[in-house]
T-cell receptor, first 113, second 114 residues
Framework: QKEVEQNSGPLSVPEGAIASLNCTYS??????FFWYRQYSGKSPELIMS????GDKEDGRFTAQLNKASQYVSLLIRDSQPSDSATYLC?????????????FGKGTHLIIQP | GAGVSQSPSNKVTEKGKDVELRCDPI?????LYWYRQSLGQGLEFLIY????????KSGLPSDRFSAERTGGSVSTLTIQRTQQEDSAVYLC????????????FGQGTRLTVV
């Protein structure tokens, strides 16, 4: 059974600081990794995807992947109150696998003004 | 369409009735997923389609739940003899190939069983 683990939080970060969200996964062969943001009462929205070890930056967001440690993280710089949401980590199948995405239960992030 | 479309947006049904939830994926997406989310909870995987076939049915909670996909496009999730514990938001997502490609969600169907 593939597992994706996240700290449920809440994670409270002051406005303007860096928010760091972490995720570990069990399937060593996984090739694709995603971060979704979900506001209360809304459906998940894809914000980042990463496929290779290292960092990937998009605006205020940076995704970091370390396949050896089976660890993926999301950094949000200059955090804004509008970043307050639940962040879901999702992991794709092993290379050549035909399975779907496996989601973590999410981390609830609160940005304090 | 431009995005994943789900209907209805809201459904209130009486206990014991059958309901059908519909998902229209992004055009050209071969993979389609159904998830369920109860209030304040994470995403519960239900079923995954690759084309018209469902290689992974492991998440369906009971035999009252079934899903089909025809023509590699629209999918229907059917819940028979609904129970109050079936009340949740049912989310559909689609991705281009399903082989680890990005998945995009519809707005969900909020099901309330009274």
């Amino acid at each position: 059974q593939k597992e994706v683990e996240q700290n449920s939080g809440p994670l409270s970060v002051p406005e303007g600081a860096i928010a760091s969200l972490n995720c570990t996964y069990s399937d060593r062969g996984s090739q694709s990794f995603f971060w979704y943001r979900q506001y209360s009462g809304k459906s998940p929205e894809l914000i980042m995807s990463i496929y290779s070890n290292g960092d990937k930056e998009d605006g205020r967001f940076t995704a970091q992947l370390n396949k050896a440690s089976q660890y993926v993280s999301l950094l949000i710089r200059d955090s804004q109150p509008s970043d307050s949401a639940t962040y879901l980590c999702a992991v794709g199948p092993s290379g050549g696998g035909a399975d779907g995405l496996t989601f973590g239960k999410g981390t609830h992030l609160i940005i304090q003004p | 369409g431009a995005g994943v479309s789900q209907s209805p947006s809201n459904k209130v049904t009486e206990k014991g009735k059958d309901v059908e939830l519909r998902c229209d994926p992004i055009s050209g997406h071969t993979a389609l997923y159904w998830y369920r989310q109860s209030l304040g909870q994470g995403l519960e995987f239900l079923i995954y389609f690759q084309g018209n076939s469902a290689p992974d049915k492991s998440g369906l909670p009971s035999d009252r739940f079934s899903a089909e996909r025809t023509g590699g496009s629209v999918s229907t999730l059917t819940i028979q003899r609904t129970q109050q514990e079936d009340s949740a938001v049912y989310l559909c997502a689609s991705s281009l190939t399903g082989l680890g490609t990005e998945a995009f969600f519809g707005q969900g169907t909020r099901l309330t069983v009274v």
